[in-house]
Structure formats: structure tokens, C-alpha cells
T-cell receptor, first 114, second 115 residues
Framework: AQKVTQAQTEISVVEKEDVTLDCVYE???????LFWYKQPPSGELVFLIR??????QNEISGRYSWNFQKSTSSFNFTITASQVVDSAVYFC???????????FGKGTRLHILP | DAGVIQSPRHEVTEMGQEVTLRCKPI?????LFWYRQTMMRGLELLIY????????DSGMPEDRFSAKMPNASFSTLKIQPSEPRDSAVYFC?????????????FGPGTRLLVL
């Protein structure tokens, strides 16, 4: 069975601090995809990144970086030098080969305090 | 390119009334998904279609909920009769069928309040 766990329900940090959002997943497949989505206060769900299970290279996009480790079944997301605009709920998600569904974690609500 | 379009954006209705939510997927996307988001249960997949055919409706809460996709560019989610516990944000998403590396793209959601 597939499962995504985001143990941090809510995090608050002061602006300019770095923050890491944890994501742990479970799957029996060897080929799968992992995702991160952002849901700002306006409510829409914004796609951030997709990673396939064969690519364990870390990825950096501006202030955002992702650390994928198959050995620990984790796909963590770090925001460097956080800004107030980063305040949102962040969802980690998983999809398996042969299944069009994406399974979402419960989300982590991130507050960036000015 | 237009994204996924949902209407209405907000709906307030009274218990017992029929509610119809609408979705237009991104052109060329053959898979369409309906989700419900609540504080208690998070983001739940209700049903999804491939090429207009329902594939998995195991997430549909009960018989009061029904979904249709009469053509590739339109889908509806209907609740009849509505109940206060149906109050939630309903999202529609689409993606190309079979291309697993492609992500789902979400519409802006419909915020439903049943009084």
C-alpha cells in the first residue's frame, strides 16, 4: 500500500531562516514519482516539483531545494532564507507506475513570521 | 494555455438542495480527477476518469455524490441532496493519460458551504 507521511503539521519560523519540510513515503513499487505542491492562502494548488525514483540527485531551484533519499524513503523540501510569501501549506505526494492516482500527505502548514 | 477551469468558485446552499460543480480540463489532457479538501480529512480523491470513463470511484463518499464526464472537455460533480458535512473545497485536476511523469494540474477549486 502506498502512503505519504508529513509528520510536521505546522511550522513557524522567522523570516530569513532556513526551514525543512519532511516527507516520508511508503510504496512497494521500484518505479514511482514524488511531488511537492504549494497551497498559498489564496487556496489554489501549485505544482512545485516532480522527481522519479531513479533520479536521486538533489535539486535546487532558487531558494528551494529537494533532498531525495531512497534509503530512508524520504523526499524533504528546504526553503533557504525564507520569506513571508512562502507562508502556505505544502503537500508531498506519491504516484506509482500503472496508477494515474496521486496520493497526498496531510500537508505541513508553514508560517513565515516577519 | 488556459488552466483547469472550475465553476462556480463559491457556492452557498441550504441542506437538501442539489449542488452541481463543473470542471473543464486542460485541452489534450485525458485524465480528470475530482478531490475534496477539508480540515479534518485533508485532500481526498473522490473519483477519476480516463478518456471520459470513470476508472476509480472508491473515494465517493456515498450515493448522494455522482460524477459524469460526457465529453473530453467537461465534467460535473453532483451532490443530491446536500448536507452540511459536504461543506469543503472541491478541486478538479487533469493530466495526460499514461504519461506518469506528468503531474496533475489543479483548478482553483469550488468552495462549497451547505447551511
Amino acid at each position: 500500500a502506498q502512503k505519504v507521511t508529513q509528520a510536521q503539521t505546522e511550522i513557524s519560523v522567522v523570516e530569513k531562516e532556513d526551514v525543512t519540510l519532511d516527507c516520508v513515503y511508503e510504496t512497494r513499487d521500484t518505479t514511482y514519482y514524488l511531488f511537492w505542491y504549494k497551497q498559498p492562502p489564496s487556496g489554489e494548488l501549485v505544482f512545485l516539483i516532480r522527481r522519479n525514483s531513479f533520479d536521486e540527485q538533489n535539486e535546487i531551484s532558487g531558494r528551494y531545494s529537494w533532498n531525495f533519499q531512497k534509503s530512508t524513503s524520504s523526499f524533504n523540501f528546504t526553503i533557504t532564507a525564507s520569506q513571508v510569501v512562502d507562508s502556505a501549506v505544502y503537500f508531498c505526494a506519491l504516484s506509482e507506475v500503472g496508477d494515474d492516482k496521486i496520493i497526498f500527505g496531510k500537508g505541513t502548514r508553514l508560517h513565515i513570521l516577519p | 494555455d488556459a488552466g483547469v477551469i472550475q465553476s462556480p468558485r463559491h457556492e452557498v446552499t441550504e441542506m437538501g438542495q442539489e449542488v452541481t460543480l463543473r470542471c473543464k480540463p486542460i485541452s489534450g489532457h485525458n485524465s480528470l480527477f475530482w478531490y475534496r479538501q477539508t480540515m479534518m480529512r485533508g485532500l481526498e480523491l473522490l473519483i477519476y476518469f480516463n478518456n471520459n470513463v470513470p476508472i476509480d470511484d472508491s473515494g465517493m463518499p456515498e450515493d448522494r455524490f455522482s460524477a459524469k464526464m460526457p465529453n473530453a472537455s467537461f465534467s460535473t460533480l453532483k451532490i443530491q441532496p446536500s448536507e452540511p458535512r459536504d461543506s469543503a473545497v472541491y478541486f478538479c485536476a487533469s493530466k495526460p493519460t499514461g504519461r506518469l511523469q506528468e503531474t496533475q494540474y489543479f483548478g482553483p477549486g469550488t468552495r462549497l458551504l451547505v447551511l
